[in-house]
């Protein structure tokens, strides 16, 4: 089923947008007109259509001034930022915002998410998201996140600790994922050696 919203963005050449969005941030093409200069690509539930201005019928409010899309950014759920991030560092794409753990208030409460930002070749701004990894022992919350291009090596910041931003890293074997028992002894090895005067590992 496709969703309710799908947009279109008109952009300068559709060869080199494909090789954007497909080649570096991980779409696939569903379908495609090339005769109009048209493509339809999809990445999970995130759907987007592109179209090469000047080639097949395009609806244009206002002269096309780069950077295009001026005053939104699309977010794109994915179930994590790593991938996409090393994509486009191996394509050589600098990214418009680094990888940050940011938390939002929701009618959900706090949710929290790993997100980046990048323009694609016509200045579209793009925030490639995915949920944020969360740990609760013994009544301590930590952020648990990932670094991209360094697989393997982990952070986890202490968020009801009372230091701001303190916690600690750990680095293993080069594999995608950690086992929440392996999460759960590196927290728990942590808060055995914290002082409970300064907040601090002694």
């Not at 987007?48 to 409010?61: I, K, P, S, Y």
């Amino acid at each position: 089923m496709e969703p309710a919203l799908v947009p279109e963005l008109l952009v300068e050449s559709v060869a080199e947008s494909i090789d954007f969005w497909c080649a570096a941030c991980g779409f696939e093409i569903l379908y495609e007109r090339p005769e109009e200069g048209f493509a339809y690509v999809v990445l999970g539930d995130a759907h987007v259509m592109l179209e090469q201005a000047g080639v097949g019928r395009n609806w244009v409010t206002a002269p096309l001034e780069r950077p295009l899309g001026r005053g939104i950014n699309l977010q794109i759920a994915v179930p994590s930022i790593v991938p996409v991030v090393e994509g486009l560092h191996r394509a050589g794409r600098q990214l418009f915002m680094e990888p940050e753990t940011k938390w939002y208030r929701t009618d959900r409460g706090e949710v929290g998410v790993e997100q980046f930002l990048v323009t694609d070749p016509d200045g579209y701004l793009l925030r490639f998201q995915s949920p944020a990894n969360m740990l609760e022992i013994n009544g301590e919350r930590f952020q648990i996140s990932t670094r991209p291009g360094h697989p393997g090596t982990y952070d986890y910041t202490w968020l009801t600790g009372p230091n701001p931003n303190y916690g600690f890293t750990e680095s293993g074997p080069s594999t995608p994922t950690r086992s929440e028992a392996d999460h759960h002894h590196a927290i728990t090895t942590f808060l055995s050696g914290i002082n409970p005067t300064t907040g601090y590992l002694d």
